[in-house]
C-alpha cells in the first residue's frame, strides 16, 4: 500500500487547507502485509479483510475516502482499496456479480433491485453516506429568461428557494416554438431524477411517466429527461445537449466556476436533511461475512462522524480532490463542502447542512427513506401496478438493515469513539414531516395515502 505524500498547502477562503496526493489511493496508516482474521481493537473475527470498494467521483463519495486515508478500515483489521467507476449502472453489476464487495451507491438502487424495476437482485443497505448534497443548475441563457420571473430582495438578489414556477414559461415558450425543453439527470432511479421531477411537479410541470414502452420516462412530458454521468454534466450543458440538470457535487459548483450555468436550487431546499447516497453489499456477502460487514460499518460511522466537524472540512476537501477521489479543483470542492454554496457567480450563500454526514442521525439506514423512494418509482410508473402499504414496509426492510448500523454503532460506543446519544431511539421510521418545497406532509407508514396527494403522477389509493 502507498504511502501519502504531503505536496503543498493550498489557501482557501476558509483557511489553509492540507492537501494531499497519492499514486493510488494510500492510506494515512501503513497497512499490513499480511492478511488478518481478527480486529485488534474490538476482537470481532474478520472473515474477509482485502475488499474492494466501488464509488463515482461525487463529494458525497467522502466516508470511504476518510476511511481508508485516515486508516479507520484498518483500525477494524480491513485492508480496502477503493476504485473509481464510470457510471451507476456499471457500479450496480459490478456489485451484484461480486466483482466489487461493496459501493458507493444511488440510494434508490438497491430499492429499485428488490422492488423488481431494472436489473434484480437481494441488495442491502446498512450504512447511509449522507444527506442533502444535490442541486438544479440551468444555463445562462435558461437563467436570464428564468430571473425576470423571480422575486428579489432589497439588494436584488433573488430570493430563495426558487421554485419551477420561475421556469414554466420558459418551458412553455419552448414547447410553443416546438423544441422539446431537455434536461439531464443521473440515473432513472437516482435522488436527482426522483428530486427534478419533484421540484417541477410542484410547480405544474409534467416530467413524463414510465410505461412498459417508454422506458425512457417521457410519456406526456414537458420536459424531457434523460441519463448523463455525473462528471460529464457541465460539458454536456456547454454543448447545449441539455438546458439544465441535476446533480450532486462539485458538478453544480463547476457551471459556476466555469461561468456556464447557474444552479437555482438545492435538494436541501426540496427537501430538506433528505437521504442521498448509501453504502451496498449483496445480501449473500452480508450472510458469509457478517462481521466484516458490521466492521466496515463502523469505519464508515466513525469517518462520517469525523467529516461533519467544521475543522475538519479543509482537510477532506484536500483529500478529494487527490486525483484518486473526486480530483476536481479544491476550490470548486470547497465552495459547497465548507458551508457555503454558490448560485449566480458572486452570489455566494451560507448553506451549512449542505453537506451533512453524520449529524440528524445521517449515517442510520430509515426504513421511511426507502418507502419514500418506492413511492416516487410507483408515482412516475417504474413501479406499474398499485401496491399494498405492507408491500412498501416489507420491501424497504429488505433493503435497509438498520440492525447491522446498530450492532457496528453499539461497538463504537463501547470503544468511546461515539457517544450512546447518537443511536437513535426509533422504529426505523422518521417523524412526519412537510418539509418539501410545496409544504405535502409524507408519513412513512402511510405510503399509498401519500400518493394520493398529488396532481401529477400515479395516485393509488
Given at each position: 500500500?502507498?504511502?501519502?505524500?504531503?505536496?503543498?498547502?493550498?489557501?482557501?477562503?476558509?483557511?489553509?487547507?492540507?492537501?494531499?496526493?497519492?499514486?493510488?489511493?494510500?492510506?494515512?496508516?501503513?497497512?499490513?502485509?499480511?492478511?488478518?482474521?481478527?480486529?485488534?481493537?474490538?476482537?470481532?473475527?474478520?472473515?474477509?479483510?482485502?475488499?474492494?470498494?466501488?464509488?463515482?467521483?461525487?463529494?458525497?463519495?467522502?466516508?470511504?475516502?476518510?476511511?481508508?486515508?485516515?486508516?479507520?478500515?484498518?483500525?477494524?483489521?480491513?485492508?480496502?482499496?477503493?476504485?473509481?467507476?464510470?457510471?451507476?449502472?456499471?457500479?450496480?453489476?459490478?456489485?451484484?456479480?461480486?466483482?466489487?464487495?461493496?459501493?458507493?451507491?444511488?440510494?434508490?438502487?438497491?430499492?429499485?433491485?428488490a422492488?423488481?424495476?431494472?436489473?434484480?437482485?437481494?441488495?442491502?443497505?446498512?450504512?447511509?453516506?449522507?444527506?442533502?448534497?444535490?442541486?438544479?443548475?440551468v444555463?445562462?441563457?435558461?437563467?436570464?429568461?428564468?430571473?425576470?420571473?423571480?422575486?428579489?430582495?432589497?439588494?436584488?438578489?433573488?430570493?430563495?428557494?426558487?421554485?419551477?414556477?420561475?421556469l414554466?414559461?420558459?418551458?412553455?415558450?419552448?414547447?410553443?416554438?416546438?423544441?422539446p425543453?431537455?434536461?439531464?439527470?443521473?440515473?432513472?432511479?437516482?435522488?436527482h431524477?426522483?428530486?427534478?421531477?419533484?421540484?417541477l411537479?410542484?410547480?405544474?410541470?409534467?416530467?413524463?411517466?414510465?410505461?412498459?414502452?417508454?422506458?425512457?420516462?417521457?410519456?406526456d412530458?414537458?420536459?424531457?429527461l434523460?441519463?448523463?454521468?455525473?462528471?460529464?454534466?457541465?460539458?454536456?450543458?456547454?454543448?447545449?445537449?441539455?438546458?439544465?440538470?441535476?446533480?450532486?457535487?462539485?458538478?453544480?459548483?463547476?457551471?459556476?466556476?466555469?461561468?456556464?450555468?447557474?444552479?437555482?436550487?438545492?435538494?436541501?431546499?426540496?427537501?430538506?436533511?433528505?437521504?442521498?447516497?448509501?453504502?451496498?453489499?449483496?445480501?449473500?456477502?452480508?450472510?458469509?461475512?457478517?462481521?466484516?460487514?458490521?466492521?466496515?460499518?463502523?469505519?464508515?460511522?466513525?469517518?462520517?462522524?469525523?467529516?461533519?466537524?467544521?475543522?475538519?472540512?479543509?482537510?477532506?476537501?484536500?483529500?478529494?480532490?487527490?486525483?484518486?477521489?473526486?480530483?476536481?479543483?479544491?476550490?470548486?470542492?470547497?465552495?459547497?463542502?465548507?458551508?457555503?454554496?454558490?448560485?449566480?457567480?458572486?452570489?455566494?450563500?451560507?448553506?451549512?447542512?449542505?453537506?451533512?454526514?453524520?449529524?440528524?442521525?445521517?449515517?442510520?439506514?430509515?426504513?421511511?427513506?426507502?418507502?419514500?423512494?418506492?413511492?416516487?418509482?410507483?408515482?412516475?410508473?417504474?413501479?406499474?401496478?398499485?401496491?399494498?402499504?405492507?408491500?412498501?414496509?416489507?420491501t424497504?426492510?429488505?433493503?435497509?438493515?438498520?440492525?447491522?448500523?446498530?450492532?457496528a454503532?453499539?461497538?463504537?460506543?463501547?470503544?468511546?469513539?461515539?457517544?450512546?446519544?447518537?443511536?437513535?431511539?426509533?422504529?426505523?421510521?422518521?417523524?412526519?414531516?412537510?418539509?418539501?418545497?410545496?409544504?405535502?406532509?409524507?408519513?412513512?407508514?402511510?405510503?399509498?395515502?401519500?400518493?394520493?396527494?398529488?396532481?401529477?403522477?400515479?395516485k393509488?389509493?
Amino acid at each position: 500500500m502507498k504511502k501519502i505524500s504531503i505536496f503543498h498547502i493550498a489557501a482557501l477562503f476558509v483557511g489553509a487547507i492540507v492537501l494531499f496526493s497519492s499514486c493510488g489511493g494510500g492510506s494515512g496508516k501503513k497497512a499490513s502485509s499480511s492478511e488478518s482474521d481478527a480486529s485488534a481493537d474490538t476482537g470481532l473475527l474478520i472473515e474477509k479483510p482485502q475488499l474492494t470498494f466501488g464509488f463515482i467521483k461525487l463529494t458525497d463519495m467522502a466516508p470511504l475516502a476518510i476511511a481508508k486515508e485516515l486508516g479507520y478500515f484498518e483500525d477494524e483489521g480491513l485492508f480496502v482499496t477503493i476504485e473509481a467507476q464510470s457510471n451507476w449502472k456499471n457500479v450496480l453489476d459490478r456489485v451484484i456479480d461480486g466483482e466489487l464487495d461493496g459501493s458507493h451507491m444511488l440510494a434508490g438502487q438497491p430499492i429499485a433491485a428488490a422492488a423488481g424495476f431494472g436489473r434484480q437482485a437481494n441488495l442491502v443497505t446498512p450504512f447511509s453516506m449522507d444527506l442533502n448534497g444535490n442541486a438544479i443548475t440551468v444555463s445562462n441563457a435558461i437563467w436570464d429568461k428564468m430571473k425576470k420571473h423571480i422575486p428579489a430582495d432589497a439588494e436584488g438578489k433573488p430570493i430563495h428557494p426558487i421554485s419551477a414556477d420561475a421556469l414554466k414559461p420558459v418551458v412553455e415558450e419552448y414547447k410553443n416554438n416546438g423544441s422539446p425543453f431537455k434536461m439531464g439527470m443521473v440515473f432513472p432511479v437516482s435522488t436527482h431524477n426522483y428530486e427534478i421531477r419533484y421540484w417541477l411537479a410542484a410547480a405544474g410541470i409534467h416530467p413524463g411517466m414510465y410505461t412498459e414502452g417508454n422506458i425512457q420516462g417521457q410519456v406526456d412530458a414537458d420536459v424531457l429527461l434523460s441519463v448523463t454521468p455525473p462528471p460529464q454534466m457541465p460539458a454536456t450543458l456547454e454543448a447545449g445537449t441539455i438546458y439544465g440538470y441535476c446533480v450532486g457535487e462539485p458538478w453544480n459548483q463547476q457551471a459556476v466556476f466555469k461561468q456556464i450555468g447557474v444552479p437555482v436550487v438545492t435538494n436541501y431546499e426540496i427537501w430538506k436533511n433528505n437521504p442521498e447516497k448509501v453504502f451496498v453489499m449483496t445480501d449473500k456477502f452480508i450472510a458469509e461475512n457478517p462481521n466484516t460487514a458490521i466492521a466496515v460499518t463502523k469505519a464508515l460511522i466513525r469517518a462520517g462522524k469525523w467529516l461533519d466537524e467544521a475543522a475538519n472540512r479543509g482537510k477532506a476537501v484536500g483529500i478529494l480532490s487527490m486525483s484518486d477521489y473526486v480530483g476536481a479543483d479544491s476550490i470548486v470542492i470547497a465552495n459547497s463542502m465548507t458551508g457555503t454554496f454558490e448560485f449566480e457567480k458572486g452570489d455566494k450563500r451560507s448553506l451549512p447542512d449542505f453537506n451533512v454526514f453524520y449529524k440528524y442521525n445521517a449515517t442510520y439506514p430509515f426504513y421511511s427513506d426507502a418507502v419514500w423512494f418506492l413511492t416516487q418509482m410507483r408515482r412516475w410508473g417504474q413501479i406499474s401496478e398499485p401496491k399494498s402499504d405492507e408491500w412498501y414496509q416489507e420491501t424497504a426492510k429488505k433493503v435497509y438493515r438498520p440492525d447491522i448500523w446498530t450492532k457496528a454503532a453499539e461497538l463504537l460506543v463501547a470503544e468511546g469513539k461515539i457517544p450512546a446519544t447518537d443511536i437513535p431511539a426509533t422504529d426505523g421510521y422518521k417523524p412526519v414531516t412537510t418539509d418539501f418545497i410545496d409544504g405535502t406532509e409524507f408519513d412513512g407508514k402511510s405510503p399509498n395515502s401519500y400518493l394520493t396527494k398529488f396532481s401529477i403522477g400515479n395516485k393509488d389509493q
